[in-house]
């Protein structure tokens, strides 16, 4: 396991380990951004949007909005959790820091199916060595810095859902603001009515 970066640890210093998780240290100021957002999102519509809905669609709307969000944070945790890592480097399961790429040597770092840095051979045409995360990641598809983790084979599904259900978790709020808003000036109107008469 690598240590843990200090304030005094360079960049070059910690990239000589591979990122096993996204939960890793340091983590990505996105990522943190990530979260509060989330948390923030979860507290205003479980604690605000819904409550301030007073009828027979406020049970049905907490049970939507409970699955909704729960399986949003369940494959978030699961698609920064899996490591998504190249299955030749699982089963090296290496713990020795990983060399500084030496460009006098190899035009790439992977070259005829080989990484020079990782040094395996790598399972598919697919797989790239990520810079940030400092491993051959198996199918690669991106580095996604909300996550802090690479998404691969091996996370790509947990990480579509993830992506499907913050959709929802969205329209959700817009159509709560929305139907909140709405009613509120309709009963407005109803209010002013009333007084005038």
């Known amino acids: 396991m690598p240590p843990a970066p200090s304030s ?10 591979r990122r096993l998780h996204g939960l890793q240290l340091p983590l990505h100021p996105q990522q943190v951004i990530s979260w509060v957002f989330l948390i923030s999102y979860t507290l205003f519509i479980f604690l605000t ?22 399986l949003h944070y369940v494959t978030h945790l699961v698609s920064l959790l899996i490591d998504p890592s190249d299955p030749a480097l699982l089963a090296l399961y290496s713990k020795r820091p990983v060399p500084e790429f030496d460009k006098d040597k190899f035009n790439h770092v992977i070259e005829n199916g ?7 051979n790598i399972t598919s045409v697919r797989t790239k060595h990520c810079s940030v995360c400092n491993k051959c ?10 996550l802090n983790q690479c998404i ?8 579509i859902i993830c992506v499907v259900s ?9 159509t709560l603001a ?18 005038d008469r």
């Not at 949007?49 to 729960?70: K, V």
């Not at 199918?139 to 810095?145: G, L, S, T, V």
Request: proline fraction near 4%.
């Open 178 to 195: 929305v139907t909140e808003m709405t009613l509120y000036h309709a009963n407005h109107k109803v209010n002013l009515s009333r007084v």
């Open 49 to 70: 949007l819904i409550p301030a809905i007073h009828s027979a669609a406020q049970m049905p709307l907490i049970i939507i909005n409970i699955l909704i969000f729960g």
């Open 166 to 174: 913050a959709i929802l978790m969205c329209l959700s709020f817009i």
């Open 152 to 159: 691969g084979r091996r996370n790509y599904l947990p990480f």
């Open 114 to 120: 080989r990484c020079h840095l990782c040094n395996i």
């Open 8 to 17: 005094s640890t360079s960049v070059k210093e910690f990239r000589k380990w």
């Open 137 to 146: 990641v198996h199918i690669f598809d991106h580095h996604c810095k909300w």
